[in-house]
């Protein structure tokens, strides 16, 4: 296994918790509308110094040079299974590397291409189903690659696209498939539905339910043939918990609900929230990391231009950058980054997926707020398996890092 050297210091220190801690009263107010739960909180944490969780980094590999098993290009998602093993889709390399629950090396499977078992640059989802079995979507090539817990390449499931394009994956701890799509205009067709849809899958890849139907985010739009690339646009964020309810806000607002697996809001939980507008210096922070990536990728001049002119930006920055269903039923929501406050040196450095702040508030199942837990800088969660949370560190250079944080102070499933 490869660790970063300042492993052994993180092993010791708990992530800092961003607020002051509460006295384990919670001073919100709940009430009952047309059989929807309302809970609005204050802003008081109900963690103590002595009851809040803490985050403890136990597990990191990667490499700048040396072995190629654990260099990495840009991981995707990492699905982790029952045993602990970890399947990381390396989107560059077009392929996944298996490791087992202590980092070390096991296998590749997939590779890129367009034949059986092989991705496109368009796969970017690791998802772990039923039976441990991995599966992988595949855009570009119309497919979900699948294969067995021990690498035996399984038949895949067609992928058609048409005006309803899939965006989003999740698999719940239960090994359950679920995926967002989006409409999208097709040249000399009729406008589609204006709605996302998630969907349900069975371990066959068909379709067995619908969970929700909401309206379409602005994030991305299509306009006159052309991609708008919207940033700080209002956008539709979810996650769904193992019991196939759907944990959904619009951020334009600090406000989300728990929907049942019919799409019937049960709970809707909000918190103060004060709107700022996007400043002259967060737009030129954004459109130099637009121009930047893109003449590093060998783009002209014109075409640079070209990509300039497709990016828009909001008024104002949103309520909230990511939203996780996590452990014992609590919601994670995650700050928008204030890159007005960066320094000159920390804006050399930023990269897209720094949009999103390292603090996340963390309320209980019921919707109250327990308080705000910190990741650490450059940290990309990926998502929740146990009580632990796997994701993607980078280094000042950008290199990536397979990282596992550990959640402490959880209560026990009986406590």
């Not at 970063?4 to 993180?10: L, Q, R, S, V, Y």
């Not at 985050?55 to 029952?82: A, K, T």
């Not at 890092?401 to 550990?406: D, E, N, S």
Request: net charge negative; glycine share 12%.
């Amino acid at each position: 296994m490869r660790t970063n050297a300042t492993i052994a210091a993180a092993l010791l220190l708990g992530f800092a918790v961003g607020c002051a801690g509460g006295d384990g009263s919670w001073g919100g107010t709940i009430t009952d509308s047309a059989g929807v739960t309302l809970v609005s909180n204050d802003g008081r944490a109900i963690w103590s110094d002595a009851s809040r969780w803490t985050l403890v980094e136990d597990l990191r590999f990667g490499e700048v040079e040396g072995d190629p098993n654990y260099q990495f290009g840009q991981i995707g998602m990492i699905g982790v299974n029952s045993e602990g093993r970890m399947f990381v889709l390396d989107a560059q390399a077009q392929h996944i590397r298996v490791f087992d629950s202590d980092g070390r090396y096991e296998q590749t499977l997939g590779g890129p291409g367009e034949g059986p078992g092989e991705l496109s640059r368009a796969a970017g989802f690791c998802l772990i189903a039923k039976g441990d079995t991995v599966w992988v979507p595949d855009l570009l090539n119309q497919r979900i690659n699948r294969w067995a817990p021990d690498g035996t390449l399984l038949p895949s499931i067609p992928l058609p696209l048409g005006q309803m394009i899939p965006i989003v994956f999740r698999a719940t701890t239960m090994g359950d498939i679920t995926y967002q799509v989006r409409p999208f205009p097709a040249p000399n067709a009729p406008a589609p539905d204006s709605m996302d849809t998630i969907l349900l899958l069975d371990q066959a890849g068909a379709i067995t339910d619908t969970l929700m139907r909401f309206p379409t985010g602005q994030g991305f739009t299509v306009r006159g043939g052309a991609a708008q690339f919207n940033v700080w646009y209002p956008e539709p964020l979810w996650d769904v918990r193992d019991d196939l309810r759907v944990v959904y806000g619009v951020n334009d607002d600090y406000r989300f609900g728990i929907y049942d697996e019919t799409g019937t809001p049960e709970l809707i939980v909000s918190m103060p929230f004060e709107p700022k507008q996007v400043t002259d210096r967060e737009k030129r922070v954004i459109l130099d990391f637009f121009s930047d990536a893109a003449r590093e990728r060998g783009a002209s001049p014109a075409q640079v231009s070209q990509l300039m002119n497709a990016v828009n930006f909001g008024e104002y920055i949103p309520a909230f950058s990511a939203i996780l269903s996590g452990p014992r039923g609590t919601t994670w929501v995650q700050h928008i980054q204030s890159i007005g406050e960066l320094s000159e040196e920390e804006m050399e450095g930023f990269n897209i997926q720094d949009l999103g702040a390292p603090d996340w508030d963390v309320f209980d199942a019921d919707g109250r707020f327990l308080g705000v837990l910190t990741m650490p800088e450059r940290f990309s969660p990926r998502g929740f398996a146990n009580d632990r949370i796997y994701g993607v560190w980078r280094d000042a250079l950008d290199v990536q890092y397979v990282t596992r944080l550990r959640l402490v102070g959880i209560p026990t499933a009986e406590g």
